[in-house]
């Protein structure tokens, strides 16, 4: 079996069914541990800054520090998991990214800080590009839409940390017990996992590779995956500004107190779960293209309609048709990204993840922007935009020959 996407096609085993079966389950796995561990920083992050007694500019300074580090390490990301594979990839920066959490713990100063989340982020990378790609290598081995389902399981991934967390804080565990453990956990339920995923040779490209007898440029483009890219971008946008700001708009611009403020959000990531579990069926069904519009539309229309009402029922209400209606639309724009001609599974994802990075990074700070000149309901309304803008682009996701 030819497997592969355009010049950098490969000849591979076609792995049996059984195989398919258990990476499937080890990639789930995988999402569900960076999930975890991302989510155990999230939730002692202000027990940290307590420590190094940093003041909100330097939070701010280690949060650049991050998204700097993340967007390094999709470069790294997709030249590694080009040359070995991702599956090696996987067994190698798993484990590594579980120790970077507890490496935090020797940040003495807002420098060291810095230097030992923008690490932490740039394994994070490398680990999203890598099971992102093997995601799409099981989709395509199989001929079945699974990666919305296999994101859904970060999801969960991200509510059980933050569980942890929660009660790590109510209990008054250290930072060294909980990261310490943590790291220990997924280290270990990573590396044997590993075990499970499809051999290497499945999306290893360690040489250029040629498309109708001439060298593929690595540097280039298609102009399919430029439209994938800016989808991605548009609806990565669109959740990270609600992962921000619906909390903050329901306590300040609807007048909910702070339980139904935090309510609202939980409302909105379980939206998003439950979508990512619903989205692989409906691909099943309709194809990709019906899912993605009709699911930005939802999304688009949903919370418009809320912020027109300005009232709190209404703002929930909204708030889970967004969050189910954009949860499968990223996962989307990964799968087809994988298919289009000309360029390796793992440089597409990457390419298409760095817009996608960069929309989660542009779309709170856009917002804060507009919502400091005009109020945060017109704030909102910018994702309203995006989303229903990407909606027109639903065709990109059409499968080609």
């Not at 923008?118 to 099981?138: E, P, Q, R, T, W």
């Not at 569980?163 to 017990?177: D, F, K, Q, R």
């Amino acid at each position: 079996m030819t497997f592969g996407a355009g010049g950098d096609a490969a000849v591979a085993t076609v792995p049996t069914s059984s195989a398919s079966r258990a990476a499937l389950w080890s990639v789930r796995l995988t999402f569900f541990l960076t999930g975890a561990l991302f989510a155990t920083w999230a939730a002692r992050i202000p027990t940290l800054k307590d420590e190094l007694g940093l003041d909100d500019a330097g939070l701010a300074a280690a949060f650049a520090g991050l998204n700097i580090g993340a967007v390094l390490g999709l470069q790294a990301g997709k030249l590694v998991t080009l040359r070995f594979g991702s599956r090696t990839t996987l067994q190698v920066a798993m484990p590594l990214f579980a120790v970077s959490l507890s490496s935090l713990l020797l940040a003495r100063s807002l420098l060291g800080l810095i230097v030992a989340v923008g690490a932490f982020a740039v394994l994070n990378s490398v680990v999203d590009i890598a099971m992102n790609a093997h995601g799409v290598a099981i989709e395509q081995v199989t001929g079945r839409p699974l990666l919305s389902g296999i994101h859904a399981c970060h999801s969960l991934g991200v509510i059980g940390g933050s569980l942890v967390g929660a009660g790590a804080e109510y209990v008054g565990a250290t930072l060294a017990s909980h990261f310490v453990g943590v790291s220990v956990l997924v280290a270990a339920a990573g590396t044997i996992g590993a075990r499970r995923l499809l051999p290497s040779s499945i999306d290893r490209r360690p040489t250029i590779g040629t498309q109708n007898g001439r060298p593929t440029h690595t540097w280039r483009w298609p102009a399919r995956l430029i439209v994938l890219g800016a989808l991605a971008f548009c609806v990565a946008l669109a959740e990270g500004s609600a992962n921000d700001w619906v909390a903050v708009y329901l306590r300040d611009e609807t007048g909910a107190d702070t339980t139904v403020a935090a309510l609202g959000f939980a409302l909105f990531a379980g939206a998003m779960f439950v979508g990512r579990l619903a989205g692989d069926r409906l691909v099943t069904r309709f194809g990709p293209v019906l899912p993605f519009a009709a699911g930005t539309m939802a999304a688009g229309l949903g919370l418009g309609a809320a912020l027109l009402i300005g009232e709190t029922i209404p703002a929930l209400v909204g708030l889970v048709l967004f969050g189910a209606g954009i949860s499968f639309t990223l996962p989307l724009t990964f799968a087809a990204s994988g298919a289009v001609p000309g360029i390796s599974t793992a440089r597409a994802i990457a390419n298409v993840s760095i817009l996608g990075y960069l929309g989660f990074f542009t779309g709170p700070v856009l917002i804060g922007l507009v919502a400091h000149a005009h109020g945060l309901t017109a704030g909102l309304a910018v994702p309203v935009l995006i989303v229903l803008l990407a909606a027109m682009g639903a065709g990109a996701l059409r499968p080609r020959r």
